[in-house]
C-alpha cells in the first residue's frame, strides 16, 4: 500500500530524506533499542561478578558464544517464517515472544549477583538509641555505599587506558561493519542470501574458537598475551577483505574468527578485573558508552569513504585495529603492577 510523506528534507551535501510513518516508527523503535541497550552492559558485570580470575575468561567467551549463536539462528529463523504468506508479521512476532520471555526469566528466575554486599555498617550521630545502647560503644546501621561516579571510574588504575582501546576496537570493527555489505554487493557480486550465509559461517568459526579453542589457549598464554596475538591476527584479516579473491576473503574469515575469538574474551576479562568489584557496573556501563560512540563515528565513517575509497576502506580497519596490537604490548607491562 502507498505511504503518504509526511517530512521532506533536503541537504546539499547529503540529498534529500523522505520520512514517511513506517520510517518514523522504525527511528522510534531504534531509539528505545538504544535506550535498553544498557543491558549489555548489565549483563557483562553481572558475569564479571559470577566469575572468579580463572574463570573469568571463560565466561566472556560463554557469552560471546552465545551472541555468535544468536547471529546463527536469528537470521536463519527470520528467513522462514518472512518466507510464510504472514510476509514480515512472523519475525516481528517472534521478536516480540522472545523478548518477553527473556523478561520473565530475567524476572523471576534471575537472581542477584551480590545480595546486600553493598551495605555496610556505618555509626548514628545524634539519635536516641545511643542513650538506651547497653554497651559503651557506638550504635550502628546499616547504609548503601556512596554511589559511583564518573570521575572515580577514570581514578581506577590503567582504566583509561583500557576505555582507549575499547573505543579504538570498536571503531575499527563498525567501519568494517559498514562498508562490507556494500563491497559484497558491488565488488563480489554476493546476493542477500551468499551474505547470510557468510555471516552464518563466520558466527560458527567464532563459536568453536571461542569454546574449545580458547580453553586451550589460555592453558598456554596469559589473557594479555591473547589480546596481543588476537589483535595482530584481526588486522591481518582485515588487509586480506581489501581484495575480491574468493581465496584471500575465505582466509579473512578465519582469521576474523580467530583473532576475535581469542582477543575480545580475553580483553573483556582483563577489563572486569581492573574494575574490581565495587564499580564493576559503572565500568561496563562507561566502556559501552565508548563502545556506543565508537559505533556512532565508526558506522557514519565507513560507509561515506567506502564510496570514496573502495575496498581500500578495510585497510583503514586494519590500521586501526594494528594500533590496538601496537599499544596492547603495555597490557604486558602492566599485568603484574
Known amino acids: ?65 552465545s551472541s555468535n549463536l544468536g547471529f546463527i539462528l536469528g537470521p536463519a529463523l527470520a528467513g522462514i517464517l518472512g518466507g510464510t504468506i504472514y510476509g514480515a508479521i512472523l519475525p516481528v512476532l517472534a521478536a516480540l515472544i522472545l523478548s518477553l520471555t527473556t523478561l520473565i526469566v530475567i524476572g523471576f528466575l534471575l537472581r542477584e549477583s551480590k545480595p546486600s554486599s553493598q551495605e555496610m555498617l556505618v555509626p548514628e550521630e545524634g539519635t536516641i538509641r545511643k542513650v538506651f545502647s547497653q554497651e559503651c560503644r557506638e550504635p550502628y546501621s546499616t547504609a548503601n555505599t556512596k554511589k559511583p561516579r564518573l570521575r572515580d571510574v577514570f581514578k581506577l588504575k590503567y582504566i583509561s587506558f583500557l576505555l582507549v582501546l575499547y573505543f579504538l576496537i570498536f571503531l575499527g570493527f563498525n567501519i568494517y561493519y559498514a562498508s ?110 565508548f563502545g556506543g560512540l565508537a559505533s556512532i563515528f565508526g558506522l557514519t565513517l565507513g560507509e561515506f569513504v567506502y564510496n570514496s575509497i573502495g575496498g581500500a576502506t578495510f585497510l583503514i580497519s586494519a590500521g586501526i585495529i594494528m594500533a590496538v596490537f601496537i599499544l596492547s604490548f603495555r597490557l604486558l607491562k602492566k599485568k603484574e603492577a
Open 1 to 65: 500500500m502507498p505511504f503518504e510523506k509526511s517530512l521532506n528534507i533536503n541537504l546539499p551535501f547529503l540529498g534529500t530524506f523522505v520520512f514517511i510513518v513506517p520510517l518514523l516508527i522504525l527511528f522510534l523503535a531504534r531509539a528505545v533499542d538504544g535506550i535498553t541497550g544498557g543491558n549489555i552492559s548489565v549483563a557483562n558485570a553481572y558475569l564479571a561478578d559470577l566469575s572468579s580470575d580463572r574463570t573469568r575468561s571463560e565466561n566472556f567467551g560463554k557469552m560471546a558464544i
Open 180 to 289: 562490507f555489505p556494500t563491497h559484497a554487493a558491488k565488488d563480489l557480486k554476493w546476493t542477500v542470501t551468499q551474505l547470510g550465509i557468510f555471516y552464518a559461517v563466520l558466527s560458527g568459526i567464532m563459536v568453536l574458537i571461542q569454546g574449545p579453542v580458547l580453553r586451550k589457549a589460555l592453558k598456554k598464554f596469559s589473557e594479555e598475551k591473547l589480546v596481543v596475538i588476537g589483535s595482530l591476527i584481526l588486522g591481518t584479516n582485515f588487509i586480506l577483505f581489501v581484495s575480491n579473491n574468493i581465496v584471500s576473503v575465505g582466509g579473512a574469515v578465519i582469521l576474523f574468527a580467530v583473532g576475535n575469538g581469542l582477543m575480545w574474551p580475553s580483553f573483556m576479562s582483563i577489563l572486569s578485573k581492573r574494575a574490581g568489584s565495587e564499580l564493576q557496573g559503572a565500568v561496563q556501563g562507561v566502556a559501552g558508552s
